[in-house]
């Protein structure tokens, strides 16, 4: 097995649904683990069908797009953790140029992937549209993908002097651009989500080629775009990760708290367009179902997150939230909730209906309480024998300085009785 493969597992096609319409989506989902993936010699897991690089630029461009004042270094640093795993849900090329049609109101061109994905797909002469007369348009625009990346790439690194920033949070003080915001924005304004960190591996540079990735993220659109307009199609060949993304959660292993081991959500992302659908929920579930790996869960939930982290079963109990204080270091604006998995496993319950597993599993939490129990009395009970040798001791010495003082008064007596007779 490969190490791009063995750092990717494929969960199967999913179904998400809103309980409230009639809207659902058809998404594929997987389990990355980007430290290993980009360890690969391989440009591209077999199962994902999308280079590696451009789904970890994807992931972070989605995180940045919702948390803006997250620097995005420490947004890939988080990310490409050794300890650090990402839920991803992809919609299939299929379903995606469908939803761009709907928004655009085009039709599907089915052409043929690019060879550079590895995949070729089956296409019937009758569906495959040609667009050799369309390879330049009257202004001399080309809407084939030749057009040259350097354009879009100066404008994505682009600086901007002090004047200029100073004038733009006059206008926005509360605005922080960032520089993936316009991956999704054809599509959508935001993201809901949810946040916190983990550095590690500052030594690696893994935003490497995040330029050129939004740059040609712009391209594209721009052929698209284009390509739209004179055709009132969608090339199938279009189709790329940024049209395929739509939710994303990172999680770690922490080791914050001596022997225990506790997993921690850094980030939790779903696009606008497909919120209500269930998908935050599936992602934390699909943490929780590793509940054999980890006795804690842990969240840093931003304020618009903690009634979601509520419904699902996470506390913000005071005494047992204040032991992973260390994990709000470097977040601001942040509660800690915490999930503990429940002792009895409801499937089992509910197979036997006799109860007998409940019955066990009592006992077994009795008979664990009993000897915490009677551990926590031997210890009042100590510390009550100690209290009364303690008093027995200050008793003691109270005698014996009473006993000094009257010694030393008397003393006095005697002196000041002498030298009276003296005189």
């Known amino acids: 097995m490969s190490l791009a493969t063995a750092a990717v597992e494929n969960l199967g096609l999913r179904q998400f649904s809103s309980k409230t319409t009639n809207e659902s989506v058809e998404a594929h989902c ?129 600086t901007y002097t002090e004047l200029e920033e100073e004038k733009a949070q006059e206008i926005c003080p509360n605005c922080r651009p960032s520089k993936f915001a316009g991956v999704y924005s054809d599509e959508e304004d ?67 708290i001596p022997n225990e081991k506790v997993f921690h959500i850094t980030v939790l992302s779903v696009r606008m367009k497909f919120r209500k659908l269930g998908l935050g929920q599936f992602l934390v579930d699909e943490v929780k179902s590793k509940k054999d790996k980890f006795d804690t869960l842990a969240v840093l939930a931003d304020t618009d997150a903690v009634q979601f982290f509520k419904k699902q079963n996470f506390t913000q109990d005071y005494l047992i939230c204040s032991r992973y204080e260390d994990l709000i270091d470097t977040w601001t604006d942040c509660v800690i909730m915490i999930y503990i998995p429940p002792v009895l496993d409801p499937e089992k319950i509910e197979l036997e209906k006799d109860l007998e597993f409940v019955d066990r599993q009592t006992k077994f939490l009795q008979d664990g309480s009993l000897k915490l129990y009677h551990q926590q009395f031997g210890l009042v009970t100590q510390l009550k024998n100690e209290a009364v040798a303690t008093r027995k001791i200050i008793d003691m010495q109270k005698k014996i300085i009473h006993s000094l003082i009257k010694e030393i008064m008397s003393n006095e007596e005697n002196q000041q009785t002498t030298t009276s007779s003296k005189n």
């Open 190 to 256: 935001g993201a809901e989500s949810s946040s916190e960190d983990e550095s590690s591996d500052e030594e690696e540079d893994f935003s490497e080629g995040a330029d050129e990735f939004i740059a040609e993220v712009a391209r594209r659109r721009h052929v698209r775009n284009i390509y739209a307009e004179k055709t009132k199609r969608i090339k199938f060949s279009s189709v790329h990760v940024e049209n395929r993304l739509i939710a994303s959660l990172t999680y770690e292993r922490s080791f914050a």
């Open 30 to 158: 997987f389990l990355i683990n980007f430290h290993r993936l980009l360890k690969s010699s391989k440009e591209f897991a077999v199962d994902l069908q999308i280079k590696n690089k451009e789904i970890l630029h994807a992931v972070v461009a989605l995180y940045n797009s919702c948390l803006p004042n997250i620097e995005p270094d420490v947004l890939y640093s988080t990310v490409c953790g050794k300890n650090s795993w990402t839920l991803v849900v992809l919609l299939s090329p299929e379903t995606a140029l469908e939803k761009l049609c709907t928004d655009k109101k085009c039709e599907p061109d089915l052409d043929i992937l690019e060879p550079s994905y590895g995949v070729l797909r089956n296409v019937t002469a009758q569906n495959y549209v040609t667009d050799n007369a369309l390879h330049n348009t009257d202004d001399g625009i080309g809407i084939n993908e030749d057009i040259p990346l350097h354009g879009f790439l100066k404008v994505v690194q682009k």
